[in-house]
């Protein structure tokens, strides 16, 4: 058994999909500047689904990033072609 537990911040992907006002790229990554700034260390930021079915997650974050270690923080989720409407 492990004694470590890695906790996954989804908010920026799982959170935004289901708004109904679509944010902008800057605006998603403000948030996830807030995130690593309030100490979070993992973060599922971007999901890329079709945008017509997902349009909050349409930009993909556009490959931009203007937050520090950014890399070693993020993970994105890519769904299957089994299942998709």
Request: charged share 20%; hydrophobic share 35%.
């Amino acid at each position: 058994m492990t004694s470590k537990i890695e906790i996954v911040e989804v908010g920026p992907r799982d959170g935004l999909q289901n708004e109904d006002v679509l944010l902008t790229t800057d605006q998603k990554l403000n948030l996830i500047d807030h995130l690593i700034a309030s100490g979070v260390t993992r973060i599922e930021a971007v999901s890329f689904a079709h945008p017509k079915y997902v349009p909050q997650m349409a930009d993909g974050l556009c490959g931009r990033t203007n937050s520090q270690s950014l890399f070693n923080r993020l993970s994105s989720y890519t769904p299957a072609n089994e299942g998709r409407a």
